[in-house]
Nanobody, 124 residues
C-alpha cells in the first residue's frame, strides 16, 4: 500500500503561483511513476502532468505546458507540482496518484493509488 497526502493548495489571483506537494508513505516511493490530475466542479477528472519513477522524463497536458512543472525528490518521498501563471480555468481539486510502473500515464484508470486532493482556486 502507498498513502498519498497532498498539500499546498489555496486561493491565488490570476497570474500567481502555487506549489503543490504530495508526500508518500508505505512502499518504496521510487518504484512508482507519479501523476497529477485535477477535477473541476461538474467536470471529469483530467490529466495534468506525470513523471517517471526515476524523474528522468516528464509529461504534460497541453493546457498546462510551459506553466506547470512536475518534479520529485525520491529521498523525501515527495512529488511536486509548481504552477505558474495561473488562470481561473485552473481552478479545481488537484490529486496526486501513484502508478506501479516506470512510466506515468495520462489515463487515471492506470494509477494504483490516489491522494485525497487539495483545492486550488484562482480568482480573476
Amino acid at each position: 500500500q502507498v498513502q498519498l497526502v497532498e498539500s499546498g493548495g489555496g486561493l491565488v489571483q490570476a497570474g500567481g503561483s502555487l506549489r503543490l506537494s504530495c508526500a508518500a508513505s508505505g512502499r518504496t516511493f521510487s518504484s512508482y511513476a507519479m501523476g497529477w490530475f485535477r477535477q473541476a466542479l461538474g467536470k471529469e477528472r483530467e490529466f495534468v502532468a506525470a513523471i517517471t519513477r526515476s524523474g528522468g522524463s516528464t509529461y504534460y497536458a497541453d493546457s498546462v505546458k510551459g506553466r506547470f512543472t512536475i518534479s520529485r525528490d525520491n529521498a523525501k518521498n515527495t512529488v511536486y507540482l509548481q504552477m505558474n501563471s495561473l488562470k481561473p480555468e485552473d481552478t479545481a481539486v488537484y490529486y496526486c496518484a501513484a502508478k506501479a510502473t516506470a512510466s506515468g500515464s495520462a489515463y487515471a484508470t492506470r494509477y494504483d493509488y490516489w491522494g485525497q486532493g487539495t483545492q486550488v482556486t484562482v480568482s480573476s
